[in-house]
């Protein structure tokens, strides 16, 4: 039988990978076995927007919405849905939910799903959206007529990763938080480590310290596996010599092996090995040849299993 953890994890991966097509299947079989478990469903509805099935989508965040009425991140995805199928008319209700029960939200509340269709602009207490880059792109909330899109960058210091290590820091000194994300604005996923391994008992020992955090998040708590995230720069000099990959903001002119002076191309995810690591970047060997990256244009990274 299916582990639907296993499921939902590697699910989660091929999401944050852009193999929306493929995550489909694992989430859709978790989704089978635990129906009522709105984690899974929100990521399956991400896939299924982000591969351009909006009804699918749109059943997955009606699912959600329907057990759990105040939950504002569902009723936005809803009524993006429902926009990129031409209601327009029936998006307005969750649309207009969503800001009603977020009227002061943080700018970084939402992220923008994909690239968004054309713009279309509505009534009092709905939305519009822009068409910018995909996880770039954050939503504020306006108490007047309309809805607000800026863009903003992740601050390159992970802050509640901070906020983690400070609280581990006096409980469990051994343990090193390597990376905490949020996914999809309400699943908080926490990759740990110490040098004896990790079990599941310190999973939970972890889970229980954060477990106030459980109010804003659907909370996961697990060991970093093979393709272990590197996130400090301790992380890359430790493995200098390993290979890696690292997937950038903002496009970088590549050249390709065999190619021609001139026909760099330009590339957001580079693979090869580590060969250095001072305190501002990183240094890698990649096909097109060594490149160097700032940690602040690095939106992640991780080993790759060799």
Not at 101 to 115: H, K, W
Not at 248 to 275: I, K, N, Q, W
């Amino acid at each position: 039988m299916d582990n639907v953890y296993e499921l939902y994890r590697r699910g989660c991966e091929l999401l944050e990978h852009g193999d929306h097509q493929a995550a489909i299947v694992p989430l859709s079989r978790a989704r089978d076995l635990e129906p009522d478990k709105a984690s899974i469903r929100e990521a399956l509805g991400r896939a299924l927007f982000h591969a351009q099935r909006y009804e699918g989508a749109a059943a997955e965040f009606q699912a959600i919405a329907s057990t759990a009425p105040t939950n504002d991140y569902a009723l936005f995805c809803l009524g993006r849905a429902m926009q990129q199928l031409g209601r327009h008319h029936e998006a307005c209700k969750p649309l207009a939910l969503a800001c009603s029960l977020r009227p002061g939200a943080p700018a970084d509340s939402f992220s923008l799903l994909v690239n968004a269709g054309p713009l279309r602009c509505y009534a009092r207490s709905t939305a519009f959206v822009s068409s910018l880059a995909r996880r770039q792109q954050f939503r504020e909330w306006a108490p007047a007529r309309s809805f607000c899109v800026r863009t903003r960058l992740k601050d390159p210091m992970n802050t509640l990763q901070t906020e983690i290590e400070q609280r581990l820091a006096d409980t469990e000194p051994e343990i090193e938080v390597l990376l905490a994300e949020v996914l999809g604005g309400r699943s908080l996923r926490v990759f740990i480590d110490h040098p004896d391994g990790v079990d599941l008992a310190m999973c939970e020992r972890v889970t229980v310290l954060l477990n106030d955090m459980r109010e804003r998040y659907s909370l996961e708590v697990s060991s970093p596996g093979s393709e272990r995230p590197l996130t400090k720069p301790a992380h890359f000099r430790r493995f200098v010599g390993r290979k890696a990959r690292v997937r950038v903001r903002h496009p970088r002119p590549l050249r390709p092996a065999g190619a021609r002076e001139g026909e760099a191309r330009p590339v957001r995810s580079f693979t090869g090995e580590l060969v250095g690591a001072s305190e501002e970047e990183v240094t890698l060997a990649a096909d097109g040849g060594v490149i160097a990256i700032p940690y602040s244009e690095i939106r992640r990274s991780n080993l790759i299993e060799e």
